[in-house]
């Protein structure tokens, strides 16, 4: 099956500041790749999406690469805020289910 | 707006007892997950579901099993608790299909105490 590793487990920059989480996958089957953010003690929820048919996408500060022959994606942040302060997942979809990565904690200080 | 609620916020059960979990959609979706979520594990699937009365193993489906008697219905069952599954336990949903299909939406979690 699908195996997602996301690094790093855990990240700390000052606000303003830029943020790359990376993820990389097994399965070169898999199309569909999320992210979602879970802030404490609240649900995930979706911030951004990818399919294998595109490199890049962007949404206001956020944009996410994706390298198809390297199987790996990236999530940037720009212009880090402290309410960007969450866990992040990454997640690949090959034939039916996602799988998840183990997230990264994001910690963005004033 | 989707919904996805879950009965219980918490729950504290003793080893060897029958714990049901139970988590209703409102958008009509076809796809519904219940995954669990442990500090440094992520988010591991357990089960999930296409339709009505269909289930599917997903990564850890070992001492759970599932129901879906109805579409906005997904229910996780441990058989008997033990402690190795005390977590927060996070239902999912999706419309299915492909594009906005894929998104899953979050239930708000059980956290589950197994003493």
């Known amino acids: 099956g699908e195996n997602v590793e996301q690094h790093p487990s855990t990240l700390s920059v000052q606000e303003g500041d830029s943020a790359v989480i990376k993820c990389t996958y097994s399965?070169?089957?898999?199309?569909?790749f999320p992210w979602y953010k879970q802030e404490l003690g609240k649900r995930p929820q979706l911030i951004i999406d990818?399919?294998?048919?595109?490199g890049e996408k962007k949404d206001q500060r956020i944009a996410v690469t994706l390298n198809k022959t390297a199987k790996h994606f990236s999530l940037h942040i720009t212009e880090t805020q402290p309410e960007d302060s969450a866990v992040y997942f990454c997640?690949?979809?090959?034939?039916?289910?996602?799988?998840f990565g183990k997230g990264t904690m994001l910690l963005v200080s004033p | 707006d989707v919904k996805v609620t879950q009965s219980s916020r918490y729950l504290v059960k003793r080893t060897g007892e029958k714990v049901f979990l139970e988590c209703v959609q409102d958008m009509d979706h076809e796809n519904m997950f219940w995954y669990r979520q442990d500090p440094g594990l992520g988010l591991r699937l357990i089960y999930f579901s296409y339709d009505v009365k269909m289930k599917e193993k997903g990564d850890i489906p070992e001492g759970y099993s599932v129901s879906r008697e109805k579409k906005e219905r997904f229910s996780l069952i441990l058989e008997s608790a033990s402690t190795n599954q005390t977590s927060m336990y996070l239902c999912?949903?999706?419309?299915?299909?492909?594009?906005?299909?894929?998104?899953?939406?979050f239930g708000p979690g059980t956290r589950l105490l197994v003493l």
């Open positions: 399965d070169s089957a898999s199309n569909y």
């Open positions: 999912a949903s999706s419309l299915g299909g492909q594009g906005l299909g894929e998104t899953q939406y």
């Open positions: 990818i399919r294998s048919n595109v």
């Open positions: 997640a690949a979809k090959g034939y039916s289910t996602l799988t």
